[in-house]
């Protein structure tokens, strides 16, 4: 894990997080209250890694309760080999172009969240280059992670399928090779979720199944992983039915395993 600069963080008990200070290169251009940095910021309160520019604290993450699903075997997994996983995704990233023609159909400096960042390296990187961005894994070590290797962004240890950001405040919501670790039965309300959170016309980057799998269990860089998801077609559908519109879909290999195969859609939030 990346060391981490002294005077820059500094370790905190896990309370509610404050407001940041003023920063006018951060603000962005909306006027409105609920598009405020700040408000991202009390919904992260308590579970806040890291913060842009220095202007942060480091406050440790909040356990998650798991009951009977699969989540706490995911979550233990990705602390478990999060080098190995960065290492495997610095190399190998056919998500390149999807995620470049994402960022530049979003206005300059938007606001973008990373659903399932990882350890920030390629997308949480690649995205701040260009906008403000909010990034979430519900691994701790994978967002303790980001926050070291993308100083530039927002990293907060989260459920993606738990979110109580206010509603219409992205410009753009990228999740890739995240969701297929949740539970089909949870993907319609977290596509609806991700609905609620976009501004009108706002887009989405999904990575998703392009298969039918119900549950599956196995090896994964020597620890235990568990996939979920549903066939191309019916993730088409339910992103129309959401009221998202479809402008592209692609299904690519994936980069790791080199067996499976992908689902990356491009959708824009329906107007009013």
Known sequence: MPSQPEGNRRLLPNVP???DPPNNSMEPTRPAAANR????????????????LGAGVYVAGIAMSEAADPSELVRQGYNK????????????????PALAHFSSLLPTNALVLDAGCGAGVPVTHFLAQYHRVVAIDFSIAQAQMASGLVPSAHVAC?????????????????????????PRSKHRNLIAAFHR?????????????????????????GTRMFWSHFDSREYLEMLTATGFTVLSSEILPDPISKIATHLFVLARKDGA
Do not use: K, W
Request: charged fraction near 15%; charge should be negative.
């Open 37 to 52: 940095i700040s408000d991202i910021i009390e919904a992260l309160a308590g579970r806040l890694i890291s913060r842009p």
């Open 158 to 182: 989260l459920d993606m399928t738990q979110l109580a950001f206010p509603p219409a405040i992205f410009d753009g919501i990228c999740s890739l090779f995240a969701i297929l670790h949740i």
């Open 197 to 221: 959170l976009l501004r009108e016309d706002g887009l989405v980057l999904l990575c998703l199944g392009a298969s039918d799998n119900e549950a599956d269990y196995g090896p994964y860089f």
């Open 81 to 96: 080999i999060a080098a190995q996983y960065l290492a495997a995704r610095s190399s190998a990233s056919p998500d390149a």
């Open 17 to 19: 997080t404050t407001a």
